[in-house]
């Protein structure tokens, strides 16, 4: 509670000392608690105080835009390389925010707790710079629920490993998608798949086209199914109610074929112009004899 307590008077302080200066500068994480590997995501907001137009822009040498990443020890995190910010104008008052994927510029693949500043260079001498607030977030390497190695299409001797992870970042339990390269055992990608409801086993399996499968229940009557390649990409996804037999569920025939059998399929446009149709016809004036 109390280290609680005194990382919020940090960030008052620091936000309290940045209003005074002509360049004022807050930092946000879109979630405090991360599955390791996945999307950091960061919004630097900038509000212009200095009465004119200013024009933040790398000058070949110097990024206008930079970020401190520390572990729980203070020791820094190794950029990835170096970060390219495109220009960012901001009028006289104007508060304009930049978007930045962390784990895109720095090495974030670890489970720990981190600390993360953003820092500003002035576009102009006689102007200072800013430096944001301190941001606190943890990675965790969440739960391992089905896994399966594969080789890589059109590349001999190489393979990647699909993997169905488990987290529970906040209330909410979440299933996600990784995969990793085998030759070089990094992280290909870390994804979101959706929420899901543990009182269902998530399915799992692998297509001939070295494609994995996971359908998971998100909600009482909707099942999820979900497609991905071997370089992460989501290459479709559907949404599945119970069927008149029980749960939805994952075949595998014998040429490879990968289909879904036992269910509805929900088409949510299909739904939603149902459900203009009750509206308009609920607007309709009562007729009176």
Known sequence: MIHRCLKYLF??????????????????????????????????????????????????????LDFVIRDSRGNPITPRGRALFGAMKIGPGQTLGREVDLAQYFQLEKPGNFTVSAVIQSPQKNLEGATTNRVFFNQSSGVLYWSQKVGLPGNSGNTREFRVLNFSGDTKSQIYAQIEDGHSGKLVRTFLLGDVLMMRKPLSTIDRNQRMHVMFLSTPTMWVHNVIDTDGRLVSRQIHQRGPQGDPQLLTFGDGTVRVANSLPYDPKAVAAERAKIRKASDRPAVSY
């Open 11 to 64: 960030a008052a302080l620091v936000c309290g000392t940045s209003a005074h200066a002509q360049i004022a500068a807050t930092l946000k994480l879109d979630k405090d608690q991360h599955l390791a590997g996945e999307p950091v995501i960061a919004v630097v907001t900038i509000t212009n105080h200095a009465g004119k137009e200013l024009i933040f822009s790398s000058d070949g040498r110097l990024q206008w």
